[in-house]
T-cell receptor, first 110, second 114 residues
């Protein structure tokens, strides 16, 4: 079993939809959880950063962590074509080096 | 100036060439990283430097040679690479090597080996 599982997609949604992106993990030591957005031909950009369980909201983005289920989510409300990108989850715990998921490709069509 | 700058953005080289990738960060961070990103695979950590000292070498072949002259600059020297080394090479930095410090990435160098 991979340490971090993330469906590569692609996930295709219409503009305005609520998007849910998810990762599961197996290492119970993970405490820091990150979501990165990566546009084509660009590097990953830190989008959300949370510690332990709970929700964090930033504009149209909400990050959710459920440590009991070892499951994290990123919700995007009112999705826009400009949200089309690859979304990478990453997590840390017991080490300063993050473990990354493979990334989910999101396509928001007008 | 963007936070983490990588040059060149694209590089095509033959298997016998020698080239170097450069990374510079303007964030005042003390830790710097090299990653390899290949299609459909998670980011692969290659090297970590903290306060100019190498702290991780993730079993990287010796044809990749890192150099960190100061906390703001990181190089990756390349020689006699193989076709499977074609990938996007990403540099990242973080405040330090604590668990709480997130990483910030550059836009990468797209490397193609002929």
């Amino acid at each position: 079993q991979k340490e971090v599982e993330q469906d590569p997609g692609p996930l295709s949604v219409p503009e305005g939809a609520i998007v849910s992106l998810n990762c599961t993990y197996s290492n119970s030591a993970f405490q820091y959880f990150m979501w990165y957005r990566q546009y084509s031909r660009k590097g990953p950009e830190l989008l959300m950063y949370t510690y332990s369980s709970g929700n964090k909201e930033d504009g149209r983005f909400t990050a959710q962590v459920d440590k009991s289920s070892k499951y994290i989510s990123l919700f995007i409300r009112d999705s826009q074509p400009s949200d089309s990108a690859t979304y990478l989850c990453a997590m840390k715990g017991g080490s300063y080096i993050p473990t990354f998921g493979r990334g989910t490709s999101l396509i928001v069509h007008p | 100036e963007t936070g983490v700058t990588q040059t060149p953005r694209h590089l095509v080289m033959g298997m016998t060439n020698k080239k170097s990738l450069k990374c510079e960060q303007h964030l005042g961070h003390n830790a710097m990283y090299w990653y390899k990103q290949s299609a459909k695979k998670p980011l692969e950590l290659m090297f970590v430097y903290n306060f100019k000292e190498q702290t991780e070498n993730n079993s990287v072949p010796s044809r990749f040679s890192p150099e960190c002259p100061n906390s703001s600059h990181l190089f990756l020297h390349l020689h006699t690479l193989q076709p499977e080394d074609s990938a996007l090479y990403l540099c990242a930095s973080s405040q330090d090597n604590s668990q709480s410090a997130p990483q910030h990435f550059g836009d990468g160098t797209r490397l193609s080996i002929l």
